[in-house]
């Protein structure tokens, strides 16, 4: 809650109470008794506005500049931590199976605008022989730089992947104290209207801390934004029909007015107060950044290229892996007389296709009869699902994989025109089941579950109003049209870890109090509402007031649940696998945490909203059901919950529409394909272990 918004509400809780106890001053009769809690009410309220303004002083004690430079610097050191432990789990499934790296060579790229200055070449050492014995690694080579700001251009599946990652490794394990923590961005995913220092807190939270701590490292520095997928920002080039382009490689030709792109290099070539020394490090295509136009390339950076594989490295690769199989041997004498497949392997993508599909079986040398790159590539796809399956023998058909991955292909295929989606999040593939179909079921089981947690508050009275009926139906009617509007939203999840915290701590420090300011005031607000029907003769309304005050004083209550406060707290503090938090498991435990919260803060509202209305003379409180005042502020708990914190419920739901398009146990397949290699990860989001392969795999439906 902002501090304008707390001091609002103390002003109108202080207005209130001072117009009461006028109205009650004025009316007169009162004894000394009654006196007295008149003036306690006022000094109450402007004691509220004095506990206030402490608490904000004492806030903005803590922490001075200084502790926050070193709570900046321990939180980034947890933050390596466990960014290095999730890179290592990606590099094992990047490198494949077989363990063995390639070594891959870069040279400084001759062709961009304000070039900066750096060594010529360089390395990303692999498990065999090193390219040459003086060039420097990666992270060697940054550090050479007279730039801060490294630009990583190559073709498509040369393995600029495996370079961020090995680059993300290694300045970690060489990080001082004081150093930035490299982290992996995927650019396609920054919406422009965001600030780009905004965009990077989000990524820096995703990657597995809090927005506090996010913030802070952001602000003294301490991020290193490895930032890849300029090429994904904008879709390629189009006929006048909307067909696309394709160049003799197959691939679709760059957009060289790619608007998204150039927007966000902009950005960049002006970000911080010294942009020369704003570090960051850039991944993008080869033929995509040379398509832009050359004084619109990022400034102030060095620029390299990934060199191409020749066939002796190639050779010398398949032998140290396969050794002594007589039908590798075969292939690898073979490989120098065919020009197709030398031009293919230069690329680790397709080497590393090449040695998925014929690791257990087959003979590699069947690929001398493809005449044209087309059709080796699209030989080779062809069996990459097929040798995972074999490889890693499970539940899983080869037939069924193709056709599960080819329905999430075409959903990524089909989204926003802004550009081709890559991230497979799991929470966002529920328009797969038909959005019409699932915000509807939604919706439904939604009215049900308030229907169930409202009712038996009705049917335990001997005779029933049939008005409690009626307002349970007006609030099934609510419930359902707002989650309607709201189907599929990503639901949240509560680590036990976010959960018992200091996070959880400040959270409540800083809002319950002010929680049950808000609810007391619903009981405020009835009390001049009371007096004025009273002197209207409404005594049917005076009656009914109880309840209806109940009802709001819960609504206002929870607001600070529901707005900036624990959705705001724990929806931005998801572990690093995005995919693996949403399990059904810990969302439901999410969904119930947020339930105990809503339904403890909508019963402190009720007592304080009772003790409000006891200071009045006109309502009697011993008159009122005691059930009616006890339904109505259920009602209001129960309509915000099942609204707000329904994840488990909208995820089951999407489930249950998706009618065999993809496997009830999503999450156990995604993770059983990326263990396979058929997918990777980035920024906790699956992806297609390569786009080839995800456009080959949506075009076979």
Known sequence: MTRALRWLITGLVIACVAGWALIQLLRGGQNASDTSSIVSMVLAAVGLAVALAGWEAARKALPQPEDALNFAQSAADTLAKKILAAERKQFRALVGKDEEQLT?????????????????????EGSGPVAEADLPGIAAYYRACSKPRLVVTGAPGAGKTVLSVQLVRDLIKER??????????????????????????????????????????????LVLPVLDGLDEMDPGRTDNDGNPLYGPDGQQLPDPEAPRALAALSLLSNHGDTVSEFPLVLLCRTAHYDALPRLKRLEHAVGVEIDPLDHEHVTAHLTTVFKDEERWQRFTRGLPASEVLRETLATPWWLFLVKAVYHRRGDPSELFAHSTAPALKDHLLSLFIPAVVDLRPSRYHAERVRGWLAVIACHL???????????IHRPRLWPIAGIDRVRHTDAVAAALVFLGLVLPLVFVRERPEPWLFAAAGLGAVLVARDVSRQGGDLPMCAPWGRVFSGTTLHLLVDTLPVGLVLGGLGGLAALPVAWFADSLGLGSLVSFLPALAMLWSVLLGLVIVRGSGITHTFTGTYPPDVNAAVRWRHVLRGDLLYGCVVFVVAGLSMAVAQWALSFSDVLVLSSVPAFDALTFGLMAAALRWVVDFGGSRRYLVFLLCLRGRLPYRLGRFLRWSHEGGLLRTSGGAYQFRHREFQRWVAQRT
């Open 413 to 423: 295929r089909d989204g926003p025109p802004a550009g081709e989606r890559v991230d």
């Open 176 to 221: 001082g104290l004081d150093g930035p923590v490299p982290v992996r961005v995927p650019l396609a995913e920054w919406d422009m209207k965001v600030p780009f220092e905004k965009f990077l807190i989000g990524r820096v939270i995703r990657a597995g801390t809090s927005e506090e701590r996010a913030k802070w490292m952001v602000g003294n520095g």
């Open 104 to 124: 891959l060579t870069f040279t400084r790229r001759p062709r961009d605008e304000l070039p900066g200055t750096g060594p010529e070449r360089g390395q990303v």
